[in-house]
């Protein structure tokens, strides 16, 4: 079970964490940074603890799983819309 979770984290995070990093670059509010920023590790720790110290932990990883999507959802359509508004 534990490599599943570090696969996971290794697939989701870098890619999380570089479009943070595109959309400081470009000037986006410090407070839509900042609640990214916290819905992310909220949501790797509730993943993490799922797999680490439980085996029916199922609120976690559904929980952990859906905020690290939604994280990397929101950060893409944030980074889609700033390359429109760069376009025109």
Known sequence: MQTIAQA????Y????LLMMAIL?????????LHALGV????AR??????FSFTQHF????VA???LTFFV????ALACIRQALAGIS
């Open 24 to 32: 400081e670059l470009t000037h986006h509010s410090i407070y839509f």
């Open 45 to 50: 720790l509730l993943h993490g603890y799922a």
């Open 72 to 75: 990397v959802a929101v950060e």
């Open 8 to 11: 996971n984290f290794a697939e």
């Open 64 to 66: 952990g799983t859906g």
């Open 58 to 61: 199922l609120f976690g990883r």
């Open 39 to 42: 819905t992310l590790l909220v």
């Open 13 to 16: 995070v870098p890619l999380a």
